[in-house]
C-alpha cells in the first residue's frame, strides 16, 4: 500500500515567514493537489511537522505562526501528523512504526526544503526497504552558498532531484503522479 509524506510543508517557507523559500507557493499549490488525489482515493497521509529544537534556531519555533503547517495543506481528522527535530523524518519520531502497522511499502514524498528534509528522509526512507516516488514540483529549496559560491536553488533542486533519482526513488511531478495513483 501507497501512502503520502508531506515534509515540514509549513508558514516559515512561505512569502512572509522567516525561511522563504524559492518556488515554495508553486510546491504548495501541487502538494495541495497530491493531497486531494490521496484523500479522494483514501489512502493513508502522513504531515511532517519540524518543531526547533536546535539552540539559537530561527523558524520553526515552537509556538509560532510559522510552524503550523500551510492553509492548503492542513491536516484532517483521521491523518497523521508525525512531529520531528531533525531533518530525517524518522530520527526519534514514530514515523517507521507507523507505516509498519498499515503495512505500507511504498511511499509518496513531497515537501520541503528539498536539500536538506525531504533528501535525508528520502534515504532513511530507502534504507528502511520502503520503495519511494518524490514529486519533485511539490518541493522547495533556497540558494545555498559554499566557497564564496551562490548555488541557485533551481540548481540545487536538480542536483537534489539528480542524485536520488534512480537508486532512492522514482521521481515524478504531480501530473504524473496523480494520474499512477
Known sequence: MNALVLIDIQND???GGKMELVGSEQAGKNA???????RERKFPVFHVQHISTRPGSSFFLPN???VDFYAS???RN???IV????PNAFLKTALLQQLRELAIDSLTIA?????MCVDTTVRAAYDFGFACTIVHDACATRDLNFENNTVPAHDVQTVCMA???GMFAKVEDTETRCREL
Request: charged share 15%; proline share 10%; hydrophobic share 40%.
Open 111 to 115: 515537501g520541503m526544503m528539498t536539500h
Open 13 to 15: 517557507y512561505f512569502p
Open 163 to 165: 542524485s536520488l533519482s
Open 78 to 80: 483521521g491523518e497523521l
Open 83 to 86: 512531529i520531528k527535530n531533525h
Open 73 to 75: 495543506v492542513v491536516p
Open 64 to 66: 509560532t505562526p510559522g
Open 32 to 38: 495541495k493537489r497530491l493531497l486531494a488525489a490521496f
